[in-house]
């Protein structure tokens, strides 16, 4: 259903609050750029130091500016079950495509109660539903036995992101849901082309904010099987994406969006701006690239 590059987009800040004529600016970018679908208040969205109206009124701006030209996902996810099938609601209400739920975190669950969980979510959200796996900010894993359960058991859920980092475990994710309707996706720019070999169709990428043409590219090579292509595009880029996480993820994709003129380098506390030294390092791979 979801099948490409789709952008997980930053939030550009002003001092005061939403940056909207930057963030139509990247908008457009990204739709010019040919990108397959945006996904919207995701970790790199920074939601987590967004207010609620803060929020609503940036889903309802992204989805006018959109205008249905490419799908639109809106991050869904929280470690309250109850608060999660409130936003998914929410989310099909103001006419999402798609909802992205990342895992709880912090409470840190059995896999019977991240089966229930999104089984929760589906019973009052009828939108098609991408889980995120990604242990390293949640604290709990997704384990492969547990995706194939919900692939067989929850039509709804038609994806998975998977930046756990792990290739034999993402290979043990692929084989549960052969045969099955849910599609693997990809959290990691790094792995994509290597998850794609194992079947995945889709890169939710950081990258694209700044590269959406190259990253859509990377994917439509893989997704034509042409891996060779894939990977010698993907090589080109490969210090630039090590760069984009040298710092915690949206630190230096911001750093990189502004130094390209699409937003100001703003982040709200605790993230604070990228340290001037990996700063130039950045600038200098985005000047050797020919990106700036």
Not at 15 to 31: N, W
Not at 203 to 208: G, P
Request: proline share 4%.
């Amino acid at each position: 259903m979801f099948e490409g590059t789709y952008t997980a987009i930053i939030t550009p800040f002003s001092k005061t609050g939403v940056d909207y004529e930057s963030f139509e600016k990247l908008i457009e970018s990204q739709i010019s750029g040919g990108i397959n679908g945006l996904v919207f208040v995701g970790t790199t969205g920074e939601p987590a130091t967004m207010s609620s109206k803060e929020k609503q009124e940036l889903r309802a701006f992204a989805l006018k500016c959109v205008n249905k030209r490419v799908p639109v996902i809106f991050g869904t996810g929280c470690n309250c079950t109850q608060t999660a099938v409130e936003n998914s609601v929410t989310a099909q209400e103001e006419g999402a495509d798609g909802i992205l739920v990342v895992s709880p975190y912090y409470n840190k669950c059995t896999q019977h109660g991240l089966f229930l969980h999104y089984n929760a979510i589906a019973e009052k959200c009828s939108l098609p539903m991408i889980i995120y796996n990604v242990p390293g900010r949640t604290g709990v894993n997704i384990l492969p036995e547990t995706v194939g359960k919900l692939a067989r058991e929850i039509p709804s859920i038609v994806g998975i992101k998977e930046a756990c980092g792990n290739l034999e475990q993402i290979a043990k994710t692929a084989e549960q849901i052969k045969g099955t309707n849910l599609q693997l996706m990809s959290g990691d720019d790094k792995l994509a082309v290597d998850i794609a070999r194992l079947g995945g169709t889709t890169l939710i990428s950081v990258a694209s904010n700044a590269l959406p043409r190259e990253f859509t590219q990377i994917m439509a090579y893989a997704n034509a099987g042409k891996f060779d292509e894939a990977d010698a595009l993907y090589s080109k880029y490969d210090k630039f994406v090590d760069l984009l996480f040298s710092e915690v993820n949206p630190i230096p994709i911001k750093y990189a969006c502004s130094q390209l003129g699409l937003c100001q380098n703003i982040l709200r506390l605790p993230l604070t701006s990228m340290s001037e030294d990996k700063a130039q390092i950045l600038r200098a791979e985005m000047q050797r690239l020919s990106i700036i």
